[in-house]
Structures are given as C-alpha cells and as structure tokens.
C-alpha cells in the first residue's frame, strides 16, 4: 500500500513569496490533516479536512495560509507571502476516519530567508 | 500554553537495557493518549495508544502506562534495540474529532 507522498520535499524561498506544498494521501482515506513542526516542537494542526470539506482550521493563519481539497483526494496548502517564522517542516497525514490512526507523509521543509 | 509536555529533549540508553520516556499532560478532558516515532527527514510512525479507560498498554517490546491522577504516561522499550534510535513524540486527544495535541519529542539514542 503507497503512503502518503508530499512534494516538493524541500524548499527555500525568500520573505514576502509565494509557496505551495502538496499532498496525495492514501487511498480510500476521507481524512486530510496539515501539520506545522517547527524545529524543537511537535506538530500543530493548521488544518483538517473531511472528504473536501474543512472540519477544523482553528489555528490556520488565514490572512496568509490557504488550504483546499478538491475532489476530496489530492490537497494543496499556499503560503502567500511567507514570513520568516513559517520555516518549519509541514506535514500532511490522512486517516481512514476521525478516529483512525494518522499517517505522516515526509514532510515539506520550508526554509523563508 | 503546553498541554502536552515531554520534558526531557533526549535520553540516552544502553542496547538491550530498559528506555523509559516519559509525558505529562494538563488537561483533564485527554481520553486518549499516543506515541508516535519519528526518524530523521520522515514523517512520525504511529506506535502504540492507550485509552484513558485503561492503565496499560502492551504491543511487543512497547508498553504504555497511564496514570490518570498524575496526568502522567510513559513509554517503556524493553530490550532497547538501535533501531529503536529516534525521536519519539507524545500526543494526546481532547475530544471524538480526534483532533492531536502533540509534546516536543524526546530523542532517544541507543548506544551499543
């Protein structure tokens, strides 16, 4: 069974641009989840999606994080423009259900100098 | 406000010997508890979970305990082996949507 994959698997940009991670997870999972991990922290949920739709964005920095989950498969998430404290590693996960064990993919590291 | 605390940022073990991690938590409306491991450059791999209406937890050389009134667990690896090097996160979930408070990690090194 494929896992999660993510690209790119890393990027380096400058502050005040634009970056778009994405993130195909397993087959047949309903639930999405975007984690932030800056170094030295566990992840924070940005964002989780049930089939296409958002179940919690709480702590989404909507003025400059975007999310979206067309089709309920693929999903993508845009920072746009970045700081220098989004350099984290941004990890997306799925699960069967709510309630299900996550599966990580690799992780995007985003270096913004 | 660290829900979720894992005090100790790295533990070092000798192989085969015990390695005990451990986790504290604050909020009393965590029902369910998880240990996750992760390796360098990829994602954390679910490893073992407790429900709060158990005390203990066991799934081969894994074994989770709960302490509900010292809001503490801990993990226990026995024997350590050096593929068991990694850093290991504590997680915690408030509520059914199943929504993960996660620790800082503890890195776990196996010295052979």
């Known amino acids: 069974e494929a896992g999660v994959a993510q690209s790119p698997r890393y990027k380096i940009i400058e502050k005040r641009q634009s970056v778009a991670f994405w993130c195909n997870p397993i087959?047949?999972?309903?639930?999405l989840y975007w984690y932030q991990q800056i170094l030295g922290q566990g992840p924070k949920l940005l964002i989780q999606?049930?089939?296409?739709?958002?179940?919690?964005d709480s702590q989404l920095p909507k003025d400059r994080f975007s999310a979206e989950r067309l089709k309920g498969v693929d999903s993508t998430l845009k920072i746009q423009p970045a700081k220098l404290e989004d350099s984290a590693v941004y990890l997306c996960?799925?699960?069967?259900?709510?309630?299900?064990?996550?599966?990580f993919g690799p992780g995007t590291r985003l270096l913004v100098l | 406000d660290q829900q979720v605390k894992q005090n100790s940022p790295s533990l070092s073990v000798q192989e085969g010997r015990i390695s005990i991690l451990n986790c504290d938590y604050t909020?009393?409306?965590?029902?369910?508890f998880l240990w996750y491991k992760k390796y360098p450059a990829e994602g954390p791999t679910f490893l073992i979970s407790?429900?709060?209406i158990k005390d203990k937890n066991e799934d081969g050389r894994f074994t989770v305990f709960l302490n509900k009134s010292a809001k503490h667990l801990s993990l226990h690896i026995v024997p350590s082996q050096p593929g068991d090097s990694a850093v290991y996160f504590c997680?915690?979930?408030?509520?059914?949507?199943?929504?993960?408070?996660w620790g800082a990690g503890t890195k776990l090194i196996i010295k052979p």
């Open positions: 407790i429900s709060s």
């Open positions: 087959s047949g999972h309903a639930t």
């Open positions: 997680a915690a979930s408030p509520d059914s949507n199943y929504q993960l408070i």
């Open positions: 996960a799925s699960s069967l259900g709510n309630e299900e064990t996550q599966y």
């Open positions: 999606f049930q089939n296409n739709g958002v179940v919690d």
């Open positions: 909020n009393s409306m965590f029902d369910y």
